[in-house]
């Protein structure tokens, strides 16, 4: 289909391209910005009028919960939730059931994607088989089957013998190894920060040590074996100082931060919301604050959802027995533009954060427009005000902190490869071609 978008305000974060213009696509890639040949017909004519059109947005971590987990949420609700919140890339954790540590489950997941014609799925294989930190899995075979990193998702690896021999196995084949950082010992049967709020409310404390020991573990090894690490929502003011300092050094590390943390703190929990049970756990305003620093100044490198759907019979629990997690797909672009409005950053490296540099993260060949690539694009009304309720969200989760809170902006349109997966609703309707 040839559509033609007009009259949008077109952003590409690869070129620093912010300015009202046509946008034309056909077979499935972007004809020209700007102006197309007169031979050009359109099949459908798309006003954008006081839209941004930008690049699909990249989410590093989307727990679509299959296989093994269907009755949180299935493929095709967490795929149409993917398109209704403009995501048209997303990299999935191995913590399925059975976990992604086979060739024959990752194929199995690709096909299952690709089938309905969505966003694009990207895996990422189980670092040790059955995610218990023992043995190794194949890397080489789930590379070929699809995977582009190789990580535990939640699951300790406690034996650091195992870690290096890991990371060892990556750098030679040039493998990428996604860890979240978190001591076994010192987060266990934690359920919050170890801070006054945890102290006031009785609820076991993982302390912010639990994170930047392991960070300082990775980081070490990483030195001795020249892997290239991703390490996955950091949440510790400590530990960003030290991937700085790591940065400055040379060290091939990436990281990055949910967008739970880039806006909520410990103080948040209130009186036990199970909804606010997030691992990791919310930490303090310090923490929080020089979260949003360094997202700003680029020592974290991207924005992701960590969107984790759960079921209502066990987020409805007690805040210490209930699953952590919270539904995310949706709200990445809404909690981004605020906290870009925030502090003051520019609409081009606000969406850096969640398209152009998760893409380099992941290794794609995404996250921007430019003529004769993939129209993966999302457009959306940045003046749109919204309210997050259970029925405005199209994931079968609906477990988020941000139940009731007011948003400003929402996607419009989405399209994958040319393709449209995703028509919301506006003031300014598309404008069908005769």
Not at 68 to 86: I, P, Q
Not at 274 to 291: A, E, G, V
Not at 314 to 331: I, N, R, S, W, Y
Not at 357 to 370: S, T
Request: hydrophobic share 45%.
């Amino acid at each position: 289909m040839n559509i033609h978008i007009k009259n949008g305000r077109v952003i590409d974060p690869k070129s620093g391209l912010d300015q009202v213009a046509d946008v034309y696509i056909a077979a499935g890639k972007i004809l020209a910005i700007g102006a197309a040949s007169e031979s050009y017909q359109s099949d459908r004519v798309i006003d954008a009028s006081e839209c941004i059109v930008c690049p699909g947005l990249v989410d590093l971590a989307a727990r679509l919960r299959e296989p093994g987990f269907e009755y949180k949420a299935t493929l095709e609700s967490e795929m149409n939730a993917a398109c209704a919140g403009g995501v048209t890339s997303l990299a999935c954790p191995p913590d399925t059931d059975p976990p992604l540590d086979e060739p024959g489950l990752v194929e199995m997941l690709k096909f299952r994607a690709q089938n309905l014609n969505q966003a694009r799925v990207y895996p990422i294989g189980a670092l040790t088989q059955k995610l218990e930190g023992q043995r190794l899995t194949e890397m080489a075979e789930l590379r070929d089957a699809g995977c582009v990193g190789f990580s535990q998702a939640d699951a300790p690896i406690t034996d650091t013998q195992v870690l290096a021999r890991a990371l060892e196995y990556a750098a030679t084949f040039g493998f990428t190894v996604w860890l979240r950082p978190q001591d076994a010992y010192l987060a266990r049967d934690g359920v919050a920060h170890d801070g006054f709020v945890a102290t006031r409310l009785g609820l076991p404390a993982i302390p912010s040590t639990a994170e930047t020991i392991a960070v300082a573990t990775i980081l070490l090894l990483v030195r001795e074996t020249g892997a290239r690490v991703h390490l996955c929502r950091l949440s510790s003011a400590q530990s960003i100082e030290m991937i700085r300092a790591a940065k400055a050094d040379g060290l091939d590390i990436t990281c990055d931060v949910s967008i739970n943390h880039l806006h909520l703190t410990e103080m948040d929990i209130g009186y036990f919301d199970p909804n606010y049970h997030l691992m990791p756990p919310l930490r303090s305003i310090r923490d929080r604050d020089l979260i949003r620093a360094a997202l700003a100044s680029g020592t974290i490198d991207a924005l992701c959802s960590d969107h984790t759907p759960v079921d209502d019979d066990v987020k409805q629990m007690p805040f210490g027995e209930a699953e952590p997690g919270a539904t995310g797909l949706e709200l990445l672009l809404p909690l981004t533009l605020k906290w870009a409005g925030e502090a003051r950053i520019g609409l081009v490296d606000a969406l850096a954060r969640i398209t152009l540099y998760p893409a380099e993260i992941l290794g794609l060949d995404a996250g921007y427009l430019a003529a004769g690539h993939a129209a993966d694009i999302c457009i959306f009304d940045q003046k749109a005000d919204w309210r997050v309720v259970a029925a405005a969200l199209k994931s079968q989760g609906k477990n988020t902190p941000f139940l009731g809170y007011e948003m400003q902006g929402r996607v419009i349109y989405t399209l994958v490869e040319g393709q449209i997966v995703f028509e919301g609703t506006c003031d300014r309707p598309g404008i069908e071609a005769d």
